[in-house]
């Protein structure tokens, strides 16, 4: 009912700067967005949040990437964009798109694909 289109990543230098951006494409008009956000999974670990916000929320991040990242969305167009700066090795994963999405009595979680994030040294 909800697809998650993900651009951007890469590969950069430690220090570097990346923007990976996302729309969600309802296929469904009733459905709202009500929160988009970005996660990301080292192959091997646990998927970790990495920042969301909510419509009409304050965003939230993960104590590792806050004052580094910024994530801004446009709840009119339905896209997220995740800015990376002064990025870290420790950085590198795959960062998946995610958006919170549903009707006034059911919420679902979606998830793009993912795009991968590699931070040389």
């Known amino acids: 009912q909800v697809q998650l289109v993900e651009s951007g990543g890469g590969l950069v230098q430690a220090g570097g700067s990346l923007r990976l951006s996302c729309i969600a494409v309802?296929?469904?008009?009733?459905?709202?967005?009500?929160?988009m956000g970005w996660y990301r999974q080292v192959p091997g670990q646990q998927r970790e949040l990495v920042a969301e916000?909510?419509?009409?929320?304050?965003?939230n991040y993960a104590d590792s990437v806050k004052g580094r990242f910024t994530i801004s969305s446009v709840s009119a167009r339905n896209t997220v964009s995740l800015q990376m700066n002064s990025l870290k090795p420790e950085d590198s994963a795959i960062y998946y798109c995610?958006?919170?999405?549903?009707?006034?009595?059911?919420?679902?979680?979606?998830w793009g694909k993912g795009t991968l994030v590699t931070v040389s040294l």
């Open positions: 309802r296929r469904i008009f009733s459905i709202n967005i009500n929160a």
């Open positions: 995610t958006a919170k999405a549903g009707t006034a009595t059911t919420m679902t979680d979606y």
């Open positions: 916000v909510s419509r009409g929320g304050e965003p």
